[in-house]
């Protein structure tokens, strides 16, 4: 599995966040590691909105990175807002695409100036009625279609697999079918695409693959 998060330890975090974050804090107790406080979000030099957060640095998900919380109610707990009904975590990202786009593993303040200003300037613009800005995946399987033919290039999730597949191997040979379903060899079809995806690390090209995998199986 993937890890995106540079772990810190109690007093790198308290000293990175002390000039950008001054409003959050690090709380460490038995077993949890938290960083709480008013995220205030602003865009341009303007302030736009604050929402009261916790970064909890002992929970992650798939990528290795905290789990994040508005704790002051005042983002609704609904699939629309991009918040798990379950636990109340906020859906900051697609997993899928994170990892493609992201050049080296996160601290705490490049976590929260990247996907967490990210998600809660979304939230603000929702909230006066703007679109989300950022553009969004749509929400469970469509999503995941999306981000797979976004990122493999075919339209079709099954041809996705196949291309995930052959990438997934240590060697590529030109003169292998194509896995477009096409019939021609691969030096003959999308020998380009092919070598695109394949500079993404094994590691990711392998992550592409189990979550293309567990989306079939859904339907
Ligand atoms: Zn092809």
Redesign the pocket.
């Known amino acids: 599995m993937p890890d995106l998060w540079r772990g810190e330890s109690d007093a790198e975090i308290v000293a990175a966040l002390k000039a950008p974050y001054p409003s959050l804090r690090l709380v460490v107790t038995d077993g949890s590691r938290v960083v709480k406080g008013a995220l205030n979000v602003e865009h341009a030099g303007q302030f736009i909105a604050g929402y009261q957060i916790d970064v909890l640095l002992h929970v992650r998900d798939v990528l290795g990175l905290p789990t994040v919380r508005e704790v002051g109610g005042r983002i609704p707990r609904v699939p629309e807002r991009h918040v798990n009904t379950e636990d109340g975590s906020a859906c900051l990202y697609l997993p899928e695409d994170l990892l493609v786009r992201c050049k080296e593993p996160f601290g705490i303040v490049g976590f929260l100036d990247g996907p967490v200003r990210n998600f809660f300037l979304g939230q603000a613009c929702v909230e006066s009625g703007v679109p989300f800005p950022f553009g969004e995946w749509a929400h469970g399987a469509a999503g995941m279609k999306e981000m797979l033919s976004s990122v493999v290039g075919f339209e079709d999730v099954n041809t996705c697999v196949s291309f995930l597949e052959m990438l997934g191997g240590k060697v590529i040979k030109a003169h292998w079918l194509?896995?477009?379903?096409?019939r021609?060899p691969?030096r003959d079809?999308?020998d380009v695409r092919a070598r695109e995806l394949r500079r993404l690390p094994l590691s990711t090209r392998r992550f592409l693959l189990i979550r293309a995998r567990e989306h079939l199986r859904k339907g």
Not at 178 to 182: E, M, V
């Open positions: 194509c896995p477009c379903g096409s021609r691969l079809c999308h």
